[in-house]
């Protein structure tokens, strides 16, 4: 199971260059830490598809390039070491336009995903949704059907489709179909699902019931909101599925815990801002790469009892704030200097 997340911006050659192409560099690190398999970059134009393969070929995260209508772009890209390009076959033109993509995505062995979006299916589909003759579930597996059947037609099969809709009902619905049509695999997604709390909400709903009957390869939390965020919540998405299905356990057998957070929603006894610290450092622990449990909590109410399953707690306790390992006090500090001791600490882990 691969979680992915598309770069929110354009970037140009100049955002690659000196300090600013290290941060990039930095921040798609970071995101690989975190659990990100896949980053998908918009790709309007020939200039941007530059700008995605000087990108490849500076970071170790595979790149997906998204591309609408211009198998031209597709091929420019195919000539760098790009992860996979998103295209659909049925409307990038003629059947020599069609061969020529497909050709070079063979040669080099680059995949090519099918993207089939609920607000941009075929006009004809769209119509008959209006009469009453399909649902939108039954629209979207239609419309994928269409682009597989081409990929037939030229004897190609590195390919997987994604149907999104920002509806999650449509989206069980039509995920479901196509999973009993095709051997195809399938990524996963509730598009457009709104801000943070919505775009979770809507999108484990989703995830969580299709990758419990066993449908999904790939996922992405669309959220408006960074794409950290989106992995974290993926990671959590795909953890909760492995908790709770047979199937989802065994698909990703080797996918690594890393760290638990139990944090308190912190009350009127709190002695430690819990939301401040815990936002301060949620990307760092998500970077990690250990399996541990870290507890931040805001009081000696609940928070020496959660740290007892701790590798790592910090908890508030009048004007002071302790910092534990399973269960034990480590040290009494200050709340100025909790970051600090919290660092030395989570590094000798
Ligand atoms: S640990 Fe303390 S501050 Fe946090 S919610 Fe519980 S009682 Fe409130």
Redesign the pocket.
């Known amino acids: 199971m691969v979680i992915q997340t598309m770069w929110k911006d354009r970037l140009s050659f100049d955002d690659l260059a000196g300090l600013a192409g290290e941060k990039i560099r930095e921040r798609i690190g970071r995101l690989q830490a975190m659990g990100c398999g896949l980053l998908r970059f918009a790709v309007p134009d020939l200039g941007a598809a530059e700008v995605l393969g000087r990108l490849a070929a500076m970071v170790s995260m595979p790149l997906v390039a998204d591309i609408h209508f211009d198998y031209k772009i597709a091929l420019r890209c195919l000539d760098y070491p790009i992860a996979k390009i998103r295209i659909n076959p049925g409307n990038i033109g003629s059947r020599t336009q069609v061969e020529k993509v497909l050709s070079a995505s063979t040669a080099k062995g680059i995949p090519i995903r099918i993207g089939v979006n609920a607000g941009s299916l075929p006009r004809d589909l769209a119509a008959r949704i209006d009469a009453g003759e399909l649902t939108r579930a039954e629209a979207l597996v239609e419309a994928a059907e269409r682009e597989l059947a081409i990929f037939r037609e030229f004897d190609f099969h590195d390919c997987l489709v994604s149907m999104k809709a920002s509806s999650v009902a449509d989206t069980i619905r039509a995920n479901r179909l196509l999973a009993e049509r095709t051997d195809a695999p399938l990524h996963l997604g509730v598009t457009e699902a709104g801000p943070l709390i919505a775009g979770v909400v809507r999108n484990t709903a989703a995830l969580l019931t299709l990758l419990g009957e066993g449908v999904g390869d790939t996922i992405r939390v669309s959220l408006s909101d960074t794409m950290e965020n989106e992995v974290i919540a993926g990671r959590e998405i795909l953890h909760t599925a492995a908790e709770t299905s047979e199937w989802a356990r065994k698909r990703q057998g080797a996918l690594k815990r890393g760290v638990t957070i139990v944090s308190?929603?912190?009350?009127?006894?709190?002695?430690?801002d819990?939301h401040g610290f815990t936002s301060r450092w949620l990307d760092t622990l998500y970077a990690m790469d250990k399996d541990i449990t870290i507890a931040i909590?805001?009081?000696?109410?609940?928070?020496p009892g959660?740290s007892r399953h701790a590798d790592l707690g910090i908890?508030?306790a009048g004007n002071k704030v302790l910092l534990f390992r399973h269960g034990e006090v480590i040290r009494t500090i200050n709340a100025a200097v909790a970051d600090e001791a919290f660092r030395e600490e989570l590094e000798k882990l």
């Open positions: 308190c929603p912190r009350c009127g006894r709190n002695g430690f819990t909590m805001g009081c000696v109410v609940n928070g959660e908890t508030g």
